[in-house]
């Protein structure tokens, strides 16, 4: 069985290598056009179980071949290469594109921004293939969301696995929560020094 | 309690002038979303919801989904009526407020009132629904108003394209006195998905359906477990007793019957009857009395059914003297029913003893916390209890009437 690693795989453990699945968040992970809600954490899981279906896979709904995957992680990742593993039948995907730190994203964003990079997909269902990132772009990111807009022409697109190989970081993008600024103005919370001794008093 | 945001479509086309609902078509609505807001926002303090109008104009979005309940009251005033309702459209605006949602964690949700016809065929509105589920956006239609050829079973495709695990519902409302709002206050769009309802949703539900909202006897098994399992056993011991009651009178009525069994037979059924209608009658009552009055009641309750008895029996009385001389075996009859009178009086003892277990019931109602006989909700289960234990008397008096004819 030919590895596209550059070593023989029965030598080096290549699971240690995709170890980015430990750091995503998979309570938050999230996808649209899912048949069934849910099913999309099934894909997320060690490299050496990446042909297990048993706990159930991701499929889109009937007749609609577009998907959509949030993935946040619990920390900044850097991410050197994704691999896709998808299903027979003209089920795989046959597109990617990513994007980073975005939250919310829907179909018709995705369908109408510009990704961070994008790749043309092959059938892998041996999960063998990797896709390679350009590394530079893909430092400290919170949040990944991939869109597989179309497959090879099957009626649902299915996705067995997706791996990620990189780095993670200790360290946690600061997201601007949602900031409620003064409403009504009060001055008493604005004294300055030259107001407490004046005459002058704003109610 | 799940987080969401609502988006609310208002058909206020010129088809909400008529006056089928009371008091018009436009107004039953208003109400409808009135509660509507108020049950969201007060199922998870972080809802929000927002409200556009369909016709008019155009499609016009009044408030963005807020959680200030008063902004979305406020807007609805002063709204026009008039043009035509834009479904279609007024999803796709619905549906981009939603996008533009502050919080992007709650859920999304489109509850669309259509009253007024619709123009687009069924393919479209499928089509529309798809996408819908596709950006897992949560449909609900409330079909009040015209109903043209096709309108049901437009909106039911429309929400069977958009369903996705039992998220999306529909509801159809026919015109009737009762308000829109009511109606709609026991559907999955009040109560949510499944949820069993938040206390506002709830309560209403209670208060409009006389306290049947999906738990026995009212009251929320996890919310307060002593009383559900103590109205249970009063419950049980009052079926008991009805059964008991029950079994007499249909004896007593079978009794009574064969005693009179000429032209005379059907006055003292229908007397027999009214004792039993009244004796049952009169538990009802006593369920809504005190003790005290229970006490007296049961004493005039006594008084009538012996007085009842002695009429009776002086009625059968002649038609003894009459019949024995023709037909000795009427006068068997005759006597070994006199005789089972007499033993019906001991049971007569019995049942005011049971009567007495009534009040017995009635005083342990009254001395567990929290509960309150006059309880309109307890009541009327109660009372339904009656009814049913009376149809059943009824129904064991007819075949025991057509047993004795034979």
Redesign the interface.
Known sequence: MSCLHDHSCEDHNCSADWSLHTHIDLSKVSA??EAV?GSVKSVFKPWNRRLDTSEGFLES?DG?P?LLVFIPFTSDVKIKSISVVGGSGGTSPSKMRAFINR??I???DAQNMQPVQEWDLNENLQGLLEYQTRYSRFQGVGNLTLHFPDNFGGDTTQIYYIGLKGEATQLKRDVVA?IVYEITPNPSDHKTRADAGSLAHVE | MVLEATMICIDNSEWMRNGDYSPSRYQAQADAINLICGAKTQSNPENTVGVLTMAGKGVRVLVTPTSDLGKILACMHGLEIGGEMNLTAGIQVAQLALKHRQNKKQKQRIIVFAGSPIKYDKKTLEAIGRKLKKNSVALDVVDFGESDDGKPEKLEALVAAVNNNDNSHIVHVPPSPSALSDVLISTPIFTGDGEGGSGFAAAAAAAAAGGMSGFDFGVDPNMDPELALALRISMEEERARQEAAAKKAAEEAAKQEKVGEQASSSQDAAMTEAVDTSAVVADDKKQNLTDDEAALLEQALAMSMDGAKSTSVDITDADMSDATAEDPELAYALQMSVQETAKDSSSQSEMSKVLEDQSFVSSILNSLPGVDPNDPSLKDFLASLQGQSETQQKQKEDDSEKGGDK
Request: proline share 0%; glycine share 8%.
């Open positions: 649209l056009n809600a709904n609609d577009e939250d919310g829907d179909f018709s949602t």
